[in-house]
């Protein structure tokens, strides 16, 4: 019986992967962000 039970086995994870997360991140964030404000901007053309 295995008497250390790790709750979370990617505590561990590498510097690397955080890095693919941040970067994946960035990817999805940009396009959304750049999506919003002009989606935004398109708007306030309609109250002017």
Do not use: C, E, R
């Not at 693919?20 to 901007?41: D, E, R, S």
């Amino acid at each position: 019986m295995n008497a250390h039970t790790d709750l979370n086995p990617n505590a561990d994870a590498a510097p690397s992967s955080k890095l693919l997360l941040g970067v994946f991140w960035i990817y999805v964030l940009v396009p959304l962000a750049w999506g919003v404000i002009n989606t935004l901007l398109q708007a306030t053309k309609l109250f002017h």
